[in-house]
């Protein structure tokens, strides 16, 4: 870290900028300074996709300010953007390109979610230039520090992401094992990352590469077809995203039920982000060989009945069987947010009594003053929360 | 003393139902210009304290303009930004800079006991004799319903020692000292209030007192005497502003009775003639975080403050349409008024001999 770094994060001038912090000072001056948040500024924009019948997917380049910690290939980050109106909105999205080093560029490529605001406004209007703020890259859907010799990804739509920033990073650093990357997308105009997919079939890099369309006749990764195209696929370690859809459909090839994505050995609670597209997901880990990672929003399909009481407001309403997030926006309070799907903790909440379950895994828990994501959990009867 | 209605419930419904189409029409409108104001404002604070601080550099030459800016710098930091940013008028930006959970002010108080205090304790219960801690903040005596004690002959002496510590004031108000010393309040109840306190002041003071002017080596002295002089100005000024919101001749004040069960409509006519504006030009109005328009304030506490004077030609005209008063004046004549409360009130109040006399059915109240 630089001398003027270390000089900005000091407690002299943390005792000389209170209680604003030196943050509100330095961004006035310039907005690329920075001592301790991240901010970055959009370098390019380049369309991956554009078809008139499908939403736009763009791969926006940043650099970020000197305080970027730098991310490892697979993980997240929440970015915020100011919106016309004058309204700021963060969202997660996944980092496609190849693991970045402190203050290095990076890129996310994203797709103009029809209902999404932040992911509409930086496919159609986000400009050079412009300036965003950002969290540290977060996430453990990434791969580990020992490279295994065999690696299979099963990736669908724009779930295609994380799995690109790992295979970037995976030719930048000349991989000598193998590289299964398998696929699925509508038609190989909606193809992200078409082009340099076809310089890495064509390259010799000995990446496997199978990109399946319906539209062509492509069939489902079955149990079957994943065992046609990497034998003993089980025994390979396999990183999957997709939508709901895909990751339900090859969980159980897998030997994994859905809907209990926790599962076994290396379980991480927050493991996920969402990229494109819907900027929703929810990860977890399941099993020793497949890590996963969703892309499409849990349905918060709670059972309505009861009453939620947001304590701090002295309001309730009847539960709807909505997330509490959900529910306290309905009834006009403004609770803080973040990712909302469950990864980011920015909505935590202490939850006073009642019971909630959390969409993600289904469990219930009915513990007093207990700190909830509201985002992802959803009341069963009577709940009251600090909000 | 205890103000009387004037309107039916009915009226009250009317007028309440037009005070919150005011509020949804404001609150649908906010946007760009809004977030732009805020962010200009917060620059140009910004920039008095950097050359309030630099100029102390500057010997003898640089002081008073030293002070000025460093002055500027304070009150705009807690009048337009700090009150206004933590009473949530800009929560809808996004922008964590300017959110009411995480804002706190450059001044003794820290935001997380204020926010208790004042947008909970105060705007709630605006002008309830017995539960409003601002009706005379524990000190002094600032309405005739108000027992009168002995204590209350040092009444021009507080409000003049509260006006030189202000922000002292405004710190330790929410240890709420009268209550614990009436029995009601606990030392425990205080802990973590007084721990915050501590944590803040001990900010405030080392950086004012010690390191800024440390800083400019061997011109200590005379930074440190800057410094306190421009926390002096900030503390006179906002105390003179915020005391001519509430305690003006013919502020109405309410009892605890009146207002059990209050509906909707009752809230926003307590909030209205429970509170005073001051006429002024644009600047003061700045300068005052538009607390000058203290009664827009009031009805619609999270409305970003710059919208304040285009709602009050609003709120005016609803006024003359339900006969109610508006309280409002240029700033000698309500300083004035409230000065010479705090000293008629330092005095027992003499009662009128037949009590059986009927309070006049007039909107404004008759300042006794």
Sequence with gaps: MSLAGTLLRSRAVAALTSPHGVDRYLELVNPMWAAREVRARIVDVTMEVELPSAPPVATLTFQPTSTWAGHKPGQYVQLSVDLPGGRRLTRCFTLSSAGSRPGERFTITLRANPDGEVSRYLADRARVGEIVHLSQAAGDFVLPDRVPDHVLFITGGSGITPAMSMLRSLLLRTHRGRVTFLHYAQSPDHQIFRRELDQIRTAGYGVDLHLVYPEQGGRNFSAMELERLVPGFRDVDTWLCGPAGLVEAVLPAYGVSTGSTTGTGSTTGTGSTTGTGSTTGTGSTTGSKLRVEYFKPPAASGVAGGRLSFERSATAADNTGASILEQAEAAGLTPKFGCRMGICFSCAVTKSEGTVRNVLTGETSSRPDEEIRICVSTPEGDCSVDL | ?368
């Design chain 2, 1 to 368: 003393m205890t103000h009387t209605i004037t309107l039916t419930p009915d009226q009250l419904e009317a007028f309440g139902a037009e005070m919150d189409a005011i509020r949804q029409r404001i609150v649908a409108d906010l946007g760009e210009e809004d977030a732009a104001y805020i962010r200009k404002v917060v620059k140009c604070q910004r920039g008095f304290e950097a050359a309030g601080r630099a100029l102390f550099y500057l010997p003898v030459l640089g002081w008073a303009p030293a002070v000025a800016c460093l002055s500027i710098s304070k009150i705009l930091d807690n009048m337009e930004i700090g009150h206004n940013v933590m009473h949530g008028q800009y929560d809808w930006m996004g922008d964590p800079g300017l959110n009411s959970r995480m804002f706190d002010w450059d001044t003794m108080a820290p935001a997380e006991n204020w926010k208790h205090g004042h947008n909970y304790m105060h705007h709630t219960f605006t002008n309830i004799v017995g539960k409003d801690r601002d009706v005379g903040y524990g000190i002094l005596r600032m309405d005739e319903d108000q027992e009168w004690r002995p204590y209350y002959l040092g009444n021009p002496l507080y409000a003049f020692l509260l006006m030189m510590l202000f922000e002292w004031g405004v710190a330790v108000h929410d240890l709420e000292f009268d209550e614990l010393v009436a029995g009601r309040r606990t030392w425990a109840e205080n802990r973590e209030i007084g721990a915050r306190i501590w944590k803040k002041v001990k900010k405030q003071t080392f950086k004012d007192y010690v390191l800024f002017p440390a800083l400019t080596g061997p011109l200590f002295p005379l930074t440190f005497a800057g410094n306190v002089v421009a926390n002096l100005v900030r503390n006179v000024w906002t105390f003179n502003i915020i005391f001519c919101g509430h305690f003006p001749a013919g502020v109405a004040t309410f009892s605890v009775e009146q207002c059990e069960e209050e509906s909707r409509g009752q809230w926003y006519y307590r909030q209205l003639l429970g509170s005073a504006n001051i006429t002024g030009s644009k600047l003061f109005h700045v300068m005052s975080g538009n607390l000058s328009h203290q009664i827009e304030h009031h009805l619609f506490p999270d409305i970003p403050a710059r919208r304040y004077p285009e709602v009050a030609q609003e709120v005016r005209a609803i006024c003359e349409k339900y006969d109610l008063q508006y309280n409002t004046g240029p700033l000698r004549k309500q300083l004035g008024s409230v000065f010479a409360k705090i000293v008629r009130l330092s005095l027992p109040t003499r009662r009128p001999k037949d009590t059986s006399v009927p309070v006049p059915e007039t909107g404004a109240v008759v300042a006794a």
